[in-house]
């Protein structure tokens, strides 16, 4: 049977779908004018509480900017008491102080998105002048403070300084940066979604949930949608046989797939992993 495990499982909230930046990749297509959608503060805070229920290991915190959600501190504060591992994916343009203290609990640990090592083509990608400074003064802030740290590298166009900027990050003291490759996904294309672009782990002790409730094997799989959280509960769903066809339908990992290699169908950099 296709499915999650009874335990062990890890769940993606995307809280909003408003960001500071407007990335020219984006696949959740989020950027200032995003909202938080119909999925409220309450409807968050249970739904953590019924995934830790269901033996849930870790949740990871993802948007748009995660951090711009009206109740983000309160959600995350309520994650952390579940004693779940928890990770935020966030851009790290701007971390509040109230964040730190967060973000330094033991089973809590940030992921952040990167592209160059040359301020232009960082903000080229990004579409804010001042994100690749601000980010990487965040990242130093966080690697003096001692909190687990990832980084995702997206290759977007031809040329990136993607390695020199791992290069970078690891002179800042950020070992754990994986470079992908760009999904056609999001605002990456206009064309039909297409399971192919998928990394074939979707679905495979995880799943996601969006703004709307809606649930989905992974982040970039949105158009694979198996239920909503709003009118079944998570557990129902994703034991079911639409959950179970659509991850079926998505075609395997490549035997031997090695998730730390550049330039392969691994999961996607975005993707929570477990940084402990």
């Keep these: 049977m296709v499915g999650l495990p009874l335990s062990g499982w890890r769940i993606e909230l995307e809280i ?20 938080q959608g119909t999925m409220t503060a309450d409807d968050w805070s249970t739904l953590i509480t019924e995934a830790a229920a269901a033996g849930a290991s870790g949740i990871q915190f993802i948007g748009g900017e995660p951090t711009l959600h009206p ?18 994916f966030s851009n790290l343009v701007h971390v509040r ?61 031809d040329g990136q300084r993607v390695r020199q900027a ?4 690891a002179a800042m003291g950020v070992m754990n940066a994986r470079i992908d490759r760009v999904r ?14 998928l990394c074939g782990g979707c679905g495979i002790n995880k799943a996601a949930i969006g703004t709307n409730g809606d649930v989905w094997p992974c982040v970039l799989s949105r158009f694979m949608v198996a239920g909503n959280v709003k009118a079944t509960p998570l557990a129902e769903i994703l034991y079911g046989r639409r959950w179970r066809e659509l991850v079926a339908s998505v075609p395997v990992k ?23």
């Design 166 to 169: 791992r290069a970078e990050l």
């Design 71 to 88: 109740q983000f501190t309160e959600l995350l504060q309520h994650a952390i008491g579940t004693a779940l591992k928890v990770e935020v």
């Design 97 to 157: 102080e109230e964040w730190w203290e967060l973000f330094g609990y033991p089973n809590v640990s940030l992921a952040f998105s990167y592209y160059s090592d040359h301020t232009a083509e960082h903000s080229a990608i990004t579409g804010r002048a001042n994100s690749h400074a601000r980010t990487k003064e965040n990242v130093a802030e966080a690697v003096r403070r001692g909190i687990a740290l990832r980084a995702g590298i997206v290759e977007i166009v």
């Design 16 to 35: 909003t779908g408003r960001c500071q930046l407007n990335c020219v990749h984006c696949y959740a297509d989020s950027g200032p004018t995003g909202d």
């Design 254 to 276: 490549r035997s031997g797939c090695n998730p730390d290699s550049d330039g392969n169908d691994c999961s996607p950099a975005e993707t929570l992993v477990d940084p402990y």
């Design 184 to 197: 056609g996904a999001g605002r990456e294309t206009l064309a039909r979604p297409d399971v192919s672009q």
